[in-house]
């Protein structure tokens, strides 16, 4: 594993079959809404390419006829909180079409994939290398079904057949999971990303903001109001980025 992204998704019901590898036009007016809706205050707002790992306390935002990206390290605390305020958020600008959470960072082998259909979970699955397999609900989707067909259980624990440069072998679900995210990903940009060679994230045309903190939207106000208790380590990715 090689990449580090944390980025949302969502679509409309009818949006067609790789629709973001079409590159389609970015609509500043519908930005506005978009930020708007998901809670974030456009600070130093500017055009800008898609970042799908962007820094800290930096957001990018394509708004597009068919479909919405968004990409903050917020996203990372959305996949283990499916309650928080930013998922919630994005779920309503499509609530009767798809969303999908994707996190990576090559570091841990971190992966996750969650897929929404009409607001609800329908599949995700997601680990890291020192936890294994953390995230796994419903049947494989349709892109996951082939890898897991040719999976198997030793001791319980699942390894997918991998092939690099003429060479089979079986690995850890962490050692595979990027594959399983480009694998989904193929129905929204309509290729497989890591093998691509002319379509990348940041091919797609959109805009940037600064947040004032690292915190979610929603979040910056209780800063101000309360003081903040003491924190524990947190989480391995929190870890990270210190």
């Known amino acids: 594993m090689g990449w580090k992204s944390c980025y949302i998704i969502a679509a409309d019901r009818d949006c067609p079959h790789g629709y973001l590898g079409t590159l389609p036009r970015h609509d500043p007016e519908r930005a506005t809404t978009i930020f708007k809706k998901l809670g974030y205050e456009t600070t130093n707002r500017r055009e800008s390419p ?34 928080h305020p930013l998922l919630k958020k994005a779920l309503s600008i499509y609530p009767d079409g798809t969303l999908v959470i994707v996190v990576l960072h090559s570091v841990v082998n971190l992966f996750g994939y969650a897929l929404y259909e009409n607001g609800q979970l329908v599949r995700e699955y997601g680990g890291n290398g020192d936890d294994g397999v953390t ?12 890898a897991f067909a ?35 990903l193929e129905r929204y940009y309509g ?31 209780k800063r101000l109001t309360k003081p903040e208790p003491k924190k524990s380590e947190g989480p391995w990715w929190q870890r990270i980025f210190k």
């Open 135 to 146: 995230h796994e609900f419903g049947e494989p989707l349709e892109e996951e079904r082939d």
């Open 50 to 83: 898609i970042i799908d790992y962007p820094r800290d306390n930096l957001v990018t935002l394509g708004a597009y006829d068919k479909a919405v990206f968004v990409s903050d390290q917020s996203i990372y605390d959305c996949f283990d909180d499916r309650n």
């Open 191 to 221: 290729e497989i990303l890591d093998q691509s060679e002319h379509l990348w994230p940041e091919d797609l045309q959109g805009e940037a903001i600064d947040k004032h903190n690292d915190f979610a939207p929603d979040e910056l106000h």
């Open 150 to 184: 040719k999976s198997k259980l030793i001791n319980g624990e699942r390894f997918f057949l991998s092939e690099y440069d003429g060479v089979r072998e079986d690995v850890t679900p962490d050692c595979y999971g990027e594959t399983l995210v480009f694998a989904v």
